[in-house]
Nanobody, 116 residues
Framework: QVQLVESGGGLVQVGGSLRLACAAS????????LGWYRQAPGKQREVVAS???????NYADSAKGRFTISRDNAKNTVYLQMNSLKPEDTGVYYC??????????WGQGTQVTVSS
């Protein structure tokens, strides 16, 4: 069983920065595809950024130029650096790990609130 634990959320002013981290259990972290998702109040969960096992990254249009996803396989951790934060970035951020097509794990989420 894979467990994911997010950290780094909090309350930040418009234009500020946060770095989220997600630590994972398991011994094959280097093979995982990883992603960060956001769920705003009353809205469905949406992908913000992802990174493949080979290091390829993808970003939602809203995140391009402001957010950076990275991974440290030695530490079993994926990060999301968020800069120039806007109120619309507010939500619960979840990390996700895909091990196989039938093995998909989620963390508990960490709250990010950007004040206007």
């Amino acid at each position: 069983q894979v467990q994911l634990v997010e950290s780094g959320g909090g309350l930040v002013q418009v234009g500020g920065s946060l770095r989220l981290a997600c630590a994972a259990s398991g011994s094959i972290f280097r093979l995982y595809t990883l992603g960060w998702y956001r769920q705003a109040p009353g809205k469905q969960r949406e992908v913000v950024a992802s990174i493949s096992n080979s290091g390829r990254t993808n970003y939602a249009d809203s995140a391009k130029g402001r957010f950076t996803i990275s991974r440290d396989n030695a530490k079993n951790t994926v990060y999301l650096q968020m800069n120039s934060l806007k109120p619309e970035d507010t939500g619960v951020y979840y990390c996700n790990a895909i091990i196989t097509v039938s093995q998909n794990y989620w963390g508990q989420g960490t709250q990010v609130t950007v004040s206007s």
